[in-house]
C-alpha cells in the first residue's frame, strides 16, 4: 500500500513538473497577449497569489469565480471582491467576471433602508474600463458601462458615448441596441434617437418572416420608431403640449428630527403619479466623480470619511416627504465632515412618459421662479440646496434646525 502511494506522489510530482515546464515556455507568449494590461493585481495578498505560481490559471479562475456565487448567494458581500479581483488577474478575458463585479460595486453595497452606497461607483465603472482595456474587441463591456450610467447613475448623455461604441458590434445581442435609441431620446439627441430606430428597423425588416423571434423584432422597432416620432411631434411640433410652461412651484425642507436622521418634504405641481425627487446629503463641496478617470487603478477602498446618502422619493398629489435614517450605518455614513449639502433635484429625463408629455422630456415645458437650473445645455432641471452642519445632523448643542 505505501508503495501504491509512493508511487502516486511520484506521478503527481512529475506532472507538476512537466506543467510548471510547459508554463515557463508559454508565459512570454501570455504575457504579450493574454495578460492584463495592469501589471500588478492590486488589493490581492501574498497567499492568494500562490494559486498563480504552477500555472492552472483558467481551471483556477474558473474554480473560484464558483465559490465567489457562493460567496454572494449566501450575502457574504465583502469576501466577494478579493476572488473577483483574483480571477480577473487569472483570466483577463472573463467577461462575466468584469460585468457581474461591476453590478456588485454598483447595485449591492446598501444601507438598511436599501440606499446604494453610491462610492462604490467610481469602482465599478474603474473595474469596467480594465475589463474594456483587457478585451476592447468584444461588444459586452461597452454595453456594461454605458447601462450602468442609463440606469444607475441616470446620465444618460454619457451613456451615449459608451453604446454608440457598444453598437458597432454586429455581433451585439439585438435587443440590447435598443437601450443606444432609449439613451439618445433621454440626452435630448432626438434626432440621433430618429435615426437610430429607423436603421434598427431597417436592418430588422432584412429578417422578419424569418422566424417568430425574427418578426418580434421587426414589430418592437416599429412600434418603438412610431411612439419615438409620435412623442417629439406632440411635445415639440406645431402644437406642443409642452407649452405653456408649467410652473412647477418647487420647494423643499429639510429637518433633523433625531441624531443622524432627517426629515425632508416639499412640493412640486404635479397632481399625478410618475415623478420621483431626487435627495443627496453629502459632505459639502464634495461631489462624486462618475468617470473611470477618478480613479488612477482599481481599488476596493472607499473613502471612509466621505459621507454621500441619496434617496428617490415620489410625489403623490404634489408632496413628497420621508424620513431617512442614517443613524444605523455608521460605515456609510460617518458624519466627519463640519458641513454638509442636502441637494433636491427633479430630472425630467426619468419622470414618467405622461409627464413628460406635458413638460417634456429635456424640461422644455416647465418652469420655476427660483429653482430652475438651465446649467446643462441638454435638460432643464429643478435643483435647491440647504446646508446643515454636523451639529445639527448630530444634534449636538442646539437641537433640531
Same mark, same amino acid.
Given at each position: 500500500?505505501?508503495?501504491? /502511494? ?15 515546464? @510547459? ?5 512570454? @507568449? &501570455? ?19 500562490? +494559486? ?38 487569472? #483570466? ?48 459586452? @463591456? *461597452?454595453?456594461?458601462?454605458? &447601462? ?11 451613456? +451615449? *458615448? ?11 445581442? =439585438? ?44 414589430? +418592437? ?8 416620432? @409620435? #412623442? ?57 466623480? *462618475? ?5 488612477? %487603478? ?5 473613502? =471612509? ?21 442614517? /443613524? ?5 455614513? /460617518?458624519?466627519?465632515? =463640519? ?21 417634456? /422630456? ?11 437650473? %438651465? ?10 440646496? +440647504?446646508?446643515? %452642519? ?12
Amino acid at each position: 500500500m505505501r508503495r501504491k /502511494s509512493s508511487g502516486l506522489w511520484l506521478a503527481l510530482l512529475v506532472i507538476f513538473l512537466i506543467q510548471a515546464g @510547459l508554463q515557463w515556455r508559454i508565459h512570454p @507568449l &501570455w504575457a504579450k497577449n493574454y495578460a492584463p494590461k495592469q501589471t500588478t493585481p492590486v488589493g490581492l495578498s501574498p497567499e492568494q497569489l500562490l +494559486v498563480a505560481i504552477a500555472g492552472f490559471r483558467e481551471f483556477m479562475a474558473g474554480i473560484l469565480w464558483v465559490r465567489a456565487d457562493g460567496f454572494f448567494h449566501s450575502g457574504n458581500y465583502d469576501a466577494v471582491l478579493p476572488v473577483l479581483r483574483l480571477v480577473t488577474w487569472l #483570466d483577463p478575458h472573463n467577461l462575466d467576471v468584469y460585468a457581474t463585479g461591476a453590478w456588485h460595486m454598483g447595485y449591492n453595497f446598501t444601507d438598511e433602508a436599501q440606499r446604494s452606497d453610491r462610492r462604490y461607483i467610481p469602482l465599478a465603472l474603474k473595474f469596467l474600463e480594465e475589463g474594456i482595456e483587457n478585451n476592447p474587441n468584444v461588444w459586452d @463591456l *461597452y454595453f456594461e458601462m454605458g &447601462w450602468m450610467y442609463y440606469h444607475k447613475i441616470q446620465d444618460p448623455v454619457s451613456a +451615449v *458615448y459608451w453604446l454608440k461604441k457598444a453598437d458597432e458590434f454586429p455581433d451585439m445581442i =439585438p435587443a440590447r441596441r435598443h437601450i443606444l435609441a432609449h439613451a439618445q431620446f433621454k440626452a435630448g439627441m432626438f434626432n440621433d434617437a430618429v435615426q437610430t430606430w429607423g436603421r434598427l428597423l431597417a436592418d430588422a425588416e432584412k429578417t422578419r418572416n424569418q422566424d417568430w423571434e425574427s418578426r418580434n423584432l421587426y414589430d +418592437v422597432r416599429q412600434n418603438n420608431f412610431h411612439d419615438t416620432m @409620435l #412623442d417629439i411631434f406632440r411635445r415639440y411640433g406645431p402644437e406642443p403640449t409642452t407649452q405653456p410652461p408649467l410652473d412647477m412651484k418647487f420647494d423643499a425642507t429639510v429637518k433633523v428630527v433625531r441624531p443622524r436622521v432627517i426629515l425632508v418634504e416639499g412640493t412640486l405641481n404635479i397632481p399625478t403619479i410618475g415623478a420621483r425627487v431626487t435627495v443627496i446629503l453629502r459632505d459639502k463641496g464634495r461631489k462624486l466623480d *462618475y468617470t473611470p478617470k477618478a480613479l488612477k %487603478t482599481f481599488t476596493f477602498e472607499v473613502d =471612509p470619511t466621505l459621507t454621500y446618502m441619496q434617496d428617490s422619493i415620489a410625489v403623490r398629489e404634489t408632496r413628497f416627504r420621508r424620513e431617512i435614517d442614517m /443613524s444605523k450605518d455608521p460605515k456609510m455614513y /460617518s458624519f466627519k465632515a =463640519p458641513e454638509y449639502e442636502v441637494e433636491f433635484i427633479f430630472d425630467p429625463r426619468y419622470a414618467s412618459p405622461h409627464i413628460q408629455d406635458r413638460i417634456g /422630456s429635456d424640461g422644455y415645458g416647465m418652469t420655476d421662479a427660483r429653482y430652475l437650473d %438651465t446649467s446643462d445645455p441638454s435638460v432643464r432641471m429643478l435643483r435647491k440646496v +440647504v446646508t446643515l %452642519t454636523r451639529d445639527e445632523i448630530l444634534m449636538l448643542g442646539k437641537r433640531g434646525q
